[in-house]
């Protein structure tokens, strides 16, 4: 199983347009055990006092269905303040509470692919969630991709632009084989 990760709790992104496209393009290959995960969608109680000692039920449920089963991670990541989003990092931590081994152990392998309105495409952020990936053993397909300027990426129809919908394209089929 795939499971497609917006990385960002901002209501109407366009990391989570992003994130639709690139589950789109997963099953026009023909690849159907793909789901999408939206951060903007965590339940609001899983910030509290106790957090690192029990898990809320509601996010026990979303670590069952999106993150123990996947064998693989997509993540689309939005720029913030020169690295990636800290509902990404802080869903990460919540997470490792419960389930570690089921979660982030067993070869599971990752795909990053960064979306900014800057130049850069967020490459730094997701250069740096990298080596947060590395550290738990989850392997990073090497390419590494960047959406600079996501904003102008998008018609006033919603659709992806020919070459950044060719870019998302090539990492797909690159991660289906990785």
């Not at 709790?9 to 290959?29: G, H, I, L, W």
């Not at 339940?43 to 690192?52: G, K, Q, R, T």
């Not at 997701?126 to 990936?133: E, R, S, V």
């Amino acid at each position: 199983m795939i499971t497609i990760i917006s990385a960002t709790n901002r209501p109407n992104s366009n990391t989570r347009k992003v994130a639709e496209v690139v589950a789109n393009v997963f099953q026009q290959k023909g690849i159907e055990n793909v789901q999408l995960l939206s951060l903007e969608d965590l339940p609001a109680d899983i910030f509290h006092p106790n957090m690192y000692k029990e898990q809320s039920p509601a996010l026990s449920e979303i670590q069952d269905k999106y993150i123990v089963p996947a064998t693989k991670f997509y993540f689309v990541i939005p720029e913030y303040n020169g690295s990636y989003s800290g509902v990404l990092k802080f869903f990460w931590d919540a997470i490792s509470i419960r389930k570690y081994k089921e979660s982030f152990g067993g070869g599971k392998k990752a795909a990053l692919l960064g979306v900014s309105d800057g130049r850069a495409g967020n490459l730094r952020g997701i250069d740096h969630f990298a080596g947060g990936l590395n550290y738990l053993k989850i392997a990073v397909l090497p390419n590494l991709q960047p959406i600079s300027s996501v904003s102008k990426c998008f018609d006033a129809n919603g659709q992806m632009d020919a070459d950044t919908l060719k870019a998302i394209d090539a990492q797909v089929s690159q991660f289906i084989a990785f």
